[in-house]
């Protein structure tokens, strides 16, 4: 290490400063991830001052202390009243350093994070280095120079590109995109930068400004590059707010002067910053965060979780095996013969194929992957693994006959999970000799894709064991919520409500062409009658055939989807659902035979038709989900209103931007939401009655956010 005298290092809060030889060594300490909270601007700026003074140092050295440089603003400051310095004055205020300030980046330099390593004339990246600048992501953008700075460092394209996707960088990536200046060997940030800080004194290396930096002298490229984005962002960003705010930004990078630019660039983030999106996503941002805190994580550590089992290979079986395949782990899939077996290798080898083809895997990488997949027809083969998900059949026989299986076969300590979605858990566990051990992972489908695992917990199931399924989640890389035993759990039993809300719609009124617009131009991807069409009307169907007996002969019960199912109009799977798929098209047509039979139930029904406007759809949908979120929070069934908000998020396509349905709630306000049931209800008494939860909160003039501790 190039030290030669050092001073005593100098604390100011979570900044300190200290001299090594000739380079003053600022160190930000903050930890978890060193955020940019008001101490943290406060720490700096006044270094920056103390490194001026300081007539012995010759250069700056900035150095984050833990596993990060920087991870960028203290996303908990947003909302609040802002305390000065802002980062742009600190940032601003290290760029006018009179002495070459070095930053050296390992880990997170992110956001404000690498608009202050921007602000230095040198940096330096360690290989662990990942920079970027997600602020787009929290519906946010660079708001410290970098939307000025970026770009005249490496060019508009770039500059954009990693600005609107949000994406972080490696270090060998920044330094060949021109972010940083040197490539580090080792994961030493601090002794790294100071051999730089000292070849660059040698050197007599001068300050050297972002801001004067040159890449945007091609003016022509630059604009070029802008439109392009300006064309891109139109299309794919979806009624998001910041994207286009980003490119304005960028825009004055090459027509204003670098301190108008800068200005024009605080008045956007200003804006961005006031924007509903921006609370939504920053929800989301802790929300998904807070989801992995559940008691039992907190309690008791995981079991092994080396080797899984999977009984059936139908298409949830073969889309958990590939999950735990891709995250490395042996798989041996039970079949009950030969036949379903081979196609149940067959499913799974499908999703290799498929990548194969798009040319993202090559068939040596499958053969790999395949060699750690295992298949059996009997339970034997399952002796020696540590987890078993069960995927079979929807029926109850079927499940229990399963478990007593695997009670027979599996070594003591295994978890036995169900990957049911509506039945019953503690009837299951309650069926072997190890209840204990019991536990449900709700996947969703495909699902090696789809991000959400509901972690089912029955009431007799040891936190170890729901602590191995929150740690499953973490090696599939999928996004666990914990939820309590009942019909449907936390999504499906919601999803179940509102989709009610929307048939109501259909036969009062509203085509399913018009509530499925409705809810896409609310932000979802999808409507439920598309939603429908692609997962299968059957399925649905026999939900409402086996629920028929229990239901409420006072509730109102729409026949239209019935019908349509008796018609075996599926959806694509039989090229025609709500929707027609011509020639197995994807995108579905609307059909008019489909308004046909709606009109012929209508009648049955005795329903005069009448109009529906878009809000009133929405203002509908989203109370029958807020009141059942409700209900599901009450019951415990969901720990938090945020464990609402994230299982929709992850499970349901709601809109990131609005921060999950229990979020979007207290942003209308729940006395609004209540008003509407209440209305609603004197049509529909049995359907619309308000959550106790929710008038509740509406007493004491709370909301949901109340209720997630820690926000
Ligand atoms: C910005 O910079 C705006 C500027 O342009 C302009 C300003 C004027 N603030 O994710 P982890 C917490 S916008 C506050 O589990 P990992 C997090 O909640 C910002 N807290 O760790 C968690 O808390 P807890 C742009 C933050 O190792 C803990 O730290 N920057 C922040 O898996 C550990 O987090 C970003 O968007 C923050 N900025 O991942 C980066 N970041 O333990 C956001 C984290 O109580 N951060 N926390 O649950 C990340 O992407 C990841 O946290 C990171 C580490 C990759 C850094």
Not at 108 to 131: F, I, M, N, T
Not at 222 to 228: D, G, P, Q, T, V
Not at 311 to 340: C, H, K, Q, Y
Not at 363 to 369: C, G, S
Request: with cysteine; hydrophobic share 45%; net charge neutral.
């Amino acid at each position: 290490m190039a030290t030669t005298t050092s001073s005593p290092s100098t604390s100011s809060g979570p900044v300190t400063f200290e001299r090594r030889g000739d380079v003053f060594v600022v160190t930000i300490d903050n930890p978890p991830v060193n955020a940019l909270g008001v101490d943290v601007r406060r720490g700096l700026a006044a270094a920056i001052d103390a490194a001026e003074a300081d007539s012995g140092a010759t250069a700056v050295l900035i150095v984050g202390a833990g596993r990060n440089f920087i991870a960028g603003a203290d996303i908990r400051e947003f909302g609040k009243t802002p305390q000065p310095p802002s980062l742009p004055e600190v940032c601003l205020k290290i760029e006018n350093c009179s002495k070459p300030v070095v930053a050296a980046i390992h880990g997170a330099a992110l956001g404000g994070g690498l608009e202050v390593a921007l602000s230095a004339h040198y940096r330096l990246a360690a290989p662990s280095a990942k920079l970027g600048m997600p602020e787009v992501a929290l519906g946010l953008l660079p708001g410290s120079g970098g939307t000025q700075r970026a770009p005249r460092l490496v060019g508009v394209k770039p500059a954009l590109e990693l600005m609107l996707s949000g994406r972080h960088a490696g270090a060998k990536e920044a330094l060949s995109l021109g972010l940083v200046d040197r490539l580090g060997t080792e994961a030493d940030a601090l002794s790294e930068g100071l051999t730089y800080a000292n070849e660059l004194i040698a050197a007599k290396a001068p300050v050297r400004r972002t801001r004067e930096a040159t890449a945007l002298a091609d003016a022509e490229a630059s604009r070029a590059a802008l439109e392009a984005a300006r064309a891109d962002t139109a299309k794919k960003s979806r009624g998001l707010f910041s994207p286009m705010k980003i490119i304005e930004a960028v825009e004055a990078a090459l027509t204003l002067p670098f301190d108008e630019g800068m200005a024009l660039e605080r008045k956007l983030f200003l804006q961005c910053i006031d924007s509903p999106q921006r609370a939504g996503l920053i929800h989301a941002f802790f929300a998904e965060r807070e989801v992995l805190k559940a008691p039992e994580t907190k309690a008791a550590r995981p079991r092994a979780l080396d080797a899984a089992g999977i009984v059936g290979g139908g298409t949830m079986g073969a889309g958990i095996a590939v999950a735990m395949l891709d995250a490395g782990m042996p798989v041996t899939m039970i079949e009950r013969d030969e036949p379903s077996l081979a196609r149940g290798r067959q499913h799974v080898e499908k999703v290799y194929d498929g990548l194969i083809k798009k040319g993202r895997m090559t068939p040596e990488a499958k053969a790999a992957v395949m060699a750690r997949f295992s298949g059996f027809t009997s339970y034997d083969a399952l002796a020696q693994v540590d987890i078993v998900v069960e995927a079979v059949f929807e029926d109850m026989g079927v499940k229990k006959a399963v478990f007593a299986e695997l009670d027979r076969v599996c070594k003591p300590g295994a978890v036995l999970a169900t990957n049911t979605s509506y039945l019953d858990i503690d009837e299951i566990a309650a069926s072997v000799s190890r209840p204990q051990d019991v536990v449900g992972l709700h996947f969703f489908s495909p699902a090696n894709i789809m991000k959400l695992l509901e972690i089912v917990v029955p009431a007799k199931v040891s936190a170890d064991v729901v602590a191995t399924g929150f740690e499953l989640a973490k090696k599939l890389k999928k996004v666990p919520v914990r939820a309590g035993v009942c019909d449907g759990f936390i999504g499906n039993r919601i999803l179940a409500v509102y989709r009610q809300a929307a048939d109501h719609m259909m036969e009062d009124g509203a085509s399913p062409y018009q509530i499925d617009e409705a809810v896409r131009n609310f932000g979802y991807p999808m409507g439920p009658f598309q939603v429908s069409d692609l997962a299968g009307g059957d399925i649905g169907w026999a939900t409402r055939k086996r629920k028929a007996a229990k239901r409420d002969p006072k509730a109102r019960y729409v026949q239209i989807a019935d019908r349509i199912c008796e018609r075996g109009w599926f959806g694509q799977k039989t090229q025609r659902g709500y929707y027609l798929y011509p020639e197995g098209a994807r995108t579905g047509v609307p059909d008019p035979e489909v308004l046909a039979i709606i009109d012929v139930e209508r009648e049955r029904a005795g329903i005069t038709p009448r109009a529906f406007t878009e809000e009133e759809i929405m203002r509908r949908y989203m109370a029958a989900m807020i009141n059942e979120g409700a209900n599901v929070v009450h019951q415990r069934i969901a720990l938090r209103p945020l464990d609402v908000d994230v299982t929709f998020l992850y499970g349901y396509g709601f809109p990131r931007h609005r921060g999950g349905p229990m979020k979007y709630a207290d942003t209308v306000g729940l006395p609004k939401v209540l008003a509407d049931i209440r209305e609603f209800a004197k049509e529909d008494p049995v359907f619309w009655q308000p959550s106790p939860l929710l008038v509740d909160l509406v007493e004491r003039g709370a909301d949901f956010a109340s209720l997630n501790q820690s926000e």
